[in-house]
């Protein structure tokens, strides 16, 4: 189809900026952002700082996401899965872009600086630079560690989280930040495999394209080991109790299995269906942990 086709069959412009935001990603963002905040609270937290703190992290990480949206419109008129973006058809100008994720961005900020607290502001701003400059303006075309390196962005929300019920970064919300950076690389180089002829094509140096798909498939074993331990922490410093560690040896051991396979018996069948079990299994691990923190909430 072409671009002139797809314009005019394109939704409404509401629509199309609402795709910007990446809203799937976002929701992942936002739900560890919120058991952030939940973990943090020693019952149940204020309302209003919940609803203020959640808006302001969500609007900020959509304008994140639009602004990717921009710079990689090049690279996403090359992915399947992306080529039918706003950004790429041309139903949406660039200068158009810039403003709704400035106006977004800044309403989230400002959001936080005024009903939550400044340093969730101020982290916040440095997460939205970390991922839309450092990760997509420089890392993400130059290394193949961009997903390693780039993690550490996305695996800010439930700092994020901690950091607005309670105004101050303690260990626990670092631990969190581990899970989700040991869980990165495993998730997206599952993707990255079987997408590596489209990265290819849009010249992004992905694991599997710059030293091929035996040294990736190792590495995503090897980080899924990482991750396993990683998951452990919370119970090991009694963050966390046995309902927790049990539900994530469980995800952990599932989670390995896929990794295995992808290690002996590679398919892109396979590698799919990694891909879709690693969101699964993070959602899965921040849920148990807010069960293991409510229930021992209520035992007391």
């Known amino acids: ?16 900026f609402w795709r910007l935001t990446k809203p799937r990603v976002v929701s992942l963002i936002v739900f560890t952002a919120v058991i952030g ?7 149940l937290p204020a309302p ?12 900020v990480a959509g304008a994140a996401a639009a602004f990717n ?29 810039m403003i709704f994720a400035g106006a977004v961005g800044g ?3 400002a959001i936080l600086w005024h009903a939550v607290n400044p340093l969730t502001m101020w982290l916040t701003l440095a997460t939205f630079v970390g991922y839309a400059v450092i990760y997509t303006v420089i890392l993400k075309p130059a290394t193949p560690q961009n997903i390693v390196i780039g993690g550490a962005s996305g695996a800010m929300p439930p700092v994020l989280g901690w950091a607005a019920m309670t105004g101050d970064v303690t260990f626990q919300p670092l631990l969190l930040f581990l899970i989700i950076f040991a869980w990165t690389p495993p ?39 990482l991750l396993t331990a990683a998951t452990l922490l919370p119970f090991a410093s009694g963050m ?24 002996r018996r590679y398919s892109d069948a396979l590698a799919q269906r990694t891909f879709a079990y690693s969101i699964f299994y993070l959602a899965m691990v921040f849920a148990a942990l807010m069960v293991d923190h409510y229930l021992d909430v209520f035992a007391r």
Request: aromatic content about 10%; hydrophobic content about 55%; overall charge positive.
């Open 240 to 263: 966390a109790g046995f309902f927790y560690l049990g539900v994530a040896l469980v995800l952990d051991a599932a989670f390995l299995g896929y990794a295995v396979a992808i290690w």
């Open 37 to 43: 905040m939940l973990l943090a609270s020693p019952g």
């Open 48 to 59: 209003g700082l919940l609803v203020f703190a959640t808006l302001g992290i969500a609007l």
């Open 187 to 225: 998730h997206f180089w599952a993707l990255a495999l079987y997408r590596r002829k489209e990265y290819e094509r849009a010249g992004v140096p992905m694991l599997p394209v710059t030293h091929g798909e035996a040294f990736t498939r190792l590495h995503l074993l090897l980080y899924t080991f």
């Open 107 to 109: 309403l989230g900020l």
């Open 1 to 16: 189809m072409s671009h002139e086709a797809t314009a005019q069959s394109a939704p409404g412009i509401g629509a199309q």
């Open 69 to 97: 949206c921009l710079v990689e419109q090049k690279i996403d008129a090359a992915m399947a899965r992306t080529r039918g973006r706003p950004t790429v058809v041309g139903t949406i100008t660039s200068m158009q872009v």
